[in-house]
C-alpha cells in the first residue's frame, strides 16, 4: 500500500489510555491531524488541555461501546490511517469474555468500518502484545519471534474457564483479536487498506495524564509500582519497551510500506529486572524507605527465561 505521510489524517482509538495518549501526541509531533475516540465526552478533558497547544490538530469523538455494531462506522470517515489501541488491560477479572469479547469484537469491528465507510484508509495498524506471542509455561529461556503464537493460552481459557489463570485470560483475548484481524484481512481481499501488528511486551515509561497517585496508574505502570515496593517481586523481569518508543512505532507502521501485512515485535534491547531499575534511582528516593533497595548490581544475575526478537522492528 502506498505509505501515508504527515499531511494525513489519522484516527486513534481509546485516545485516553495511557499508551494511546502518547500515541496521539507522537502523531501531532509529526504534523498529523488526529481524531481520537474516548468513552464518553469527559475522558476527553485532559486530552484537550495537554494537547491544546495544537488547536482543531487534535479531534475527540466519542464511541462509548466498542463491541456495538458499527461502533466506529462514523469514526473511519476520513481518515487516511488507522492506529487501533482499544481495547482492555486488566486483571482483576472472572469471566474471560470481559476481556475476549471487547477485544474481538473491537477489532473486527474496527476492520469492518474501514472496509464500509473508510473511503481514505490505507493501513490499519493494531495494537496487539507479545501477550499473544509468549508462552507462560515456558521454563528454559526462549527466543520467541513474530512466528510464533500463544494458542496455550487460549487452550487454558476454553478449558479452564473461569478458573483459568486471569494472565492466561488477557493473553487469550490478544491471541484472539489478532486472530480475528488477520483472518478478516484474508477474507476480505477486496480491502483497499492492508493490516499491519504491532507486538510489544510490557510498556514502561512517563505517564503524561497527571495521575495523582498510584491507584490511579495504568496495569503496566501499576505492576512497576508494585515491583518497586515490594520485596517479594525484586527476582522478577522481562522484557519491556519504552511508552514513547511503542508510541512512535505506530506512526511509522503507517508510514513504512514494508510494515504492511506484517507482525512486529517492538521491544528493547535488553530485559529489564526490577532490580535495574531501583539502582538507577536517585538515592534520595530509595533512603526515603518508599521503595525497596535489594541487591544493587545484582539484576545482571536473574536468568531471563522470556527473549524477544526485535530484529523487524529495528
Not at 501526541?25 to 488526529?34: A, D, I, K
Not at 469523538?61 to 473511519?76: M, Q
Not at 469474555?97 to 481514505?120: D, F, R
Not at 517492538?266 to 531499575?277: E, F, L, R, S
Request: hydrophobic residues 40%; charged residues 20%.
Amino acid at each position: 500500500m502506498p505509505t501515508i505521510s504527515a499531511a494525513a489524517k489519522v484516527l486513534v482509538s481509546g485516545a485516553n489510555g495511557f499508551l494511546a495518549t502518547w500515541v496521539v501526541r507522537s502523531f501531532l509531533e509529526q504534523g498529523y491531524t488526529v481524531r481520537g475516540t474516548i468513552r464518553s465526552a469527559s475522558k476527553g478533558a485532559n486530552l484537550k488541555e495537554l494537547f491544546k497547544s495544537y488547536g482543531d490538530k487534535l479531534e475527540l469523538v466519542v464511541v462509548p461501546d466498542i463491541t456495538a455494531e458499527g461502533a466506529f462506522d462514523e469514526a473511519v470517515k476520513g481518515v487516511d490511517g488507522i492506529a487501533h489501541t482499544a481495547s482492555p488491560f486488566y486483571f482483576n477479572v472472572t469471566e474471560p469474555s470481559e476481556l475476549i469479547e471487547p477485544a474481538v469484537k473491537g477489532t473486527v469491528g474496527m476492520l469492518q468500518s474501514a472496509l464500509k465507510y473508510g473511503a481514505n484508509v490505507r493501513r490499519v495498524v493494531v495494537t496487539s502484545s507479545c501477550a499473544s506471542i509468549i508462552d507462560l509455561n515456558n521454563t528454559k529461556p526462549t527466543l520467541f519471534t513474530e512466528e510464533h503464537w500463544n494458542d496455550g493460552a487460549v487452550h487454558e481459557v476454553e478449558t479452564k474457564g473461569v478458573d483459568a489463570n486471569n494472565g492466561a485470560k488477557y493473553c487469550a483475548s490478544k491471541t484472539l483479536a489478532e486472530r480475528a484481524a488477520w483472518k478478516f484481512m484474508k477474507d476480505h481481499p477486496e480491502a483497499k487498506f492492508d493490516l499491519s501488528v504491532l507486538n510489544p511486551p510490557i510498556v514502561l515509561g512517563p505517564d503524561i495524564q497527571g495521575v495523582k497517585s498510584p491507584a490511579e496508574l495504568n496495569t503496566s505502570l501499576q505492576s512497576m509500582y508494585y515491583g518497586l515496593t515490594n520485596p517479594d517481586a525484586l527476582v522478577g523481569g522481562a522484557p519491556y519497551v519504552d511508552v514513547r518508543d511503542i508510541a512512535l512505532a505506530h506512526v511509522r507502521a503507517l508510514e513504512r510500506e514494508a510494515a504492511g501485512g506484517e507482525r512486529i515485535i517492538v521491544c528493547a534491547d535488553k530485559n529489564y529486572t526490577w532490580q535495574d531499575i531501583i539502582d538507577v534511582l536517585p538515592p534520595a528516593a530509595v533512603a526515603s524507605g518508599k521503595y525497596q533497595k535489594g541487591n544493587p548490581g545484582t539484576g545482571k544475575d536473574f536468568v531471563q527465561l522470556t527473549l524477544h526478537d526485535n530484529a523487524k522492528s529495528v
